[in-house]
């Protein structure tokens, strides 16, 4: 039996890597003694983990199984992070941290039933988040379109109309949901889950206000998945009428894990009306129509630029594009927003533009009545796209899998 700690040096570094890759074998302990500074090392400077096996993957790389029993999300984080400082070794190509009960380790590497199968080959296995009515996604295909500005102006659109409201910024890689509310410190942890830090009534839980800002994040596509899922799930988020999921451009991982456990309600789609940005917006409504969630409608966002000046109107990225692209797909536009400074001005300063006295900011308001007109429809219809399915989690053993 080993102990390491969070502070390596090289001899300890290199001993670990090589008894790890050679010995492959069940029984080392990953422990923490000291407390530094930070979320994890305050948290968990007491946590006890129990590496179960160790393979080694066709190119080299390192696949270490830690035993998931009783950690939480926090607790798994700063493993992970101490495994991998101890495990930078140069001969190493990669490192995957897989956490999973030690019962579902032993019993070998069976795949895990699922409940069915969507298109993409993923499995539905949908779960509500506890006390969250609705559960809306932004997505745009295209990164750099607006996204989060839109994501962040309508929670704050949506809880200046009274509603509890929740914002999860997903883009692990480039979360931006902390600046654009003017948040700083880390999440505090109570009982193991994460609480969400409060500003101008939206309740906000980002990867930026996990760590170190200037830091960058090195995950995996598998150990980003679930960490989505745990910052859904392991979150204070009390009884919230939305929650905004702001995704990160694309259609990979993170998107496809939220089509697989979250029973969203609908989605907006942000894009410029530009051909580029139009391609990739065609790719996010397809992948969320073939799941089965509704598109409520495209934010068409840097519309236009009204010089300050002379008040000159100039569609910077023209508009038959977009027509087009609206008729295409039979959706509707549901916000038209120019290019502004004062929306750069207003994320900037950490207050969105919707809280302020401004011609713009009526738009964005109109923008977050006509998703909450949607919500309420839905409520009377009683139409609920994917409604939550049976939950296997509690009978299916998914493999606790972090990274
Ligand atoms: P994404 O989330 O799609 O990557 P962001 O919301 O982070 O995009 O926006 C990218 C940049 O563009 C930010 O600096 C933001 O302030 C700015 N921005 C977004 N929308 C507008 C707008 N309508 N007018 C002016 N600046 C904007």
Not at 354 to 363: D, G, T
Request: one cysteine or more.
């Amino acid at each position: 039996m080993h102990n390491f700690t969070d502070t390596p040096d090289h001899t300890t570094s290199d001993a670990f890597a090589n008894l790890v890759a050679t010995s492959a074998r069940a029984g080392l302990i990953v422990a923490s003694q000291h407390e530094e500074s930070g979320l994890f090392d305050k948290e968990h400077k007491d946590t006890r983990a129990r590496v179960l096996e160790v393979r080694t993957g066709a190119s080299g790389g390192l696949q270490v199984h830690v035993d998931s029993s009783g950690l939480n999300l926090g607790q798994k984080l700063f493993i992970e992070r101490v495994l991998l400082r101890h495990l930078d070794h140069e001969n190493l190509t990669g490192v995957s941290i897989y956490f999973r009960k030690a019962s579902s380790a032993t019993a070998g590497a069976q795949p895990a039933p699922v409940a069915r199968k969507t298109p993409y080959g993923i499995a539905v296995n949908k779960k509500n988040i506890p006390g969250t009515k609705n559960i809306i996604a932004v997505a745009s295909g295209k990164g750099g379109v607006g996204k989060s500005t839109i994501s962040s102006n309508l929670a704050a659109g949506l809880a200046k109309q009274g509603l509890k409201v929740g914002l999860m910024d997903c883009d692990v890689y480039g979360p931006s949901a902390q600046l654009m509310f003017g948040l700083t410190g880390t999440l505090d942890v109570r009982n193991g889950k994460l609480v969400p830090q409060e500003r101008h009534g939206v309740k906000i839980v980002s990867f930026g206000l996990l760590s170190d800002a200037k830091s960058p994040v090195i995950w995996r596509g598998p150990m980003v998945s679930k960490a989505i899922e745990q910052l859904c799930y392991d979150v204070l988020w009390g009884d919230l009428d939305v929650l905004v999921l702001d995704l990160p451009p694309g259609t990979g991982d993170v998107q496809l894990t939220l089509a697989e456990r979250i029973p969203l309600s609908g989605s907006v789609i942000v894009t410029t009306p530009q051909d580029v940005a139009l391609i990739d917006a065609h790719k996010a409504i397809s992948m969320f129509e073939t799941l089965g969630v509704p598109v409520f409608g495209v934010v068409q966002n840097m519309a236009s630029h009204s010089c300050s000046a002379c008040g000159h109107i100039d569609d910077i990225f023209g508009g038959d594009a977009f027509e087009s692209f609206l008729n295409d797909r039979k959706i509707s536009c549901i916000a038209s927003i120019p290019i502004s400074r004062d929306i750069r001005l207003a994320s900037d300063s950490g207050t969105p533009l919707v809280l302020q006295e401004n011609s713009f900011a009526e738009l964005l308001s109109e923008l977050s009545k006509t998703v909450s007109d949607r919500l309420s429809q839905q409520e009377i219809t009683g139409h609920h796209s994917e409604a939550p399915r049976q939950s296997l989690s509690d009978n299916v053993s998914t493999g606790d899998l972090v990274t």
